[in-house]
């Protein structure tokens, strides 16, 4: 899900920071595109980390075995 997010703002930042020429008072929309491009990539990275170490664990199944006996007779 986090790659998916991390490609998405990665798009999204491109195309703000490279093909949008608008102006907004009070707003650089590039670096709006640049900012978003950064946090794609930091997802993108975070969610190969995640699951890198997701894939590397154990898991160890332990079982627990009691015999039960009878007890001795009592006498």
Same mark, same amino acid.
């Given at each position: 899900m986090a790659l998916g997010i991390g490609i998405l703002l990665v798009v999204v930042g491109a195309i703000l920071a490279?093909?949008?020429?608008a102006t907004v008072s009070g707003l650089d /929309?590039?670096?709006?595109?640049? /900012?978003?491009? %950064?946090?794609?990539v930091l997802a993108i990275? %975070?969610?190969?980390v995640m699951n890198a170490q997701r894939?590397?664990? *154990?898991? *160890?199944e332990v079982v627990e075995r009691r015999d !039960? !006996?009878? @007890? @001795?007779p009592r006498y």
């Open positions: 490279f093909a949008v020429e /929309i590039q670096v709006v595109g640049w /900012i978003c491009m %950064l946090a794609g990275v %975070l969610s190969l894939a590397n664990t *154990t898991h *160890t !039960v !006996v009878d @007890p @001795p």
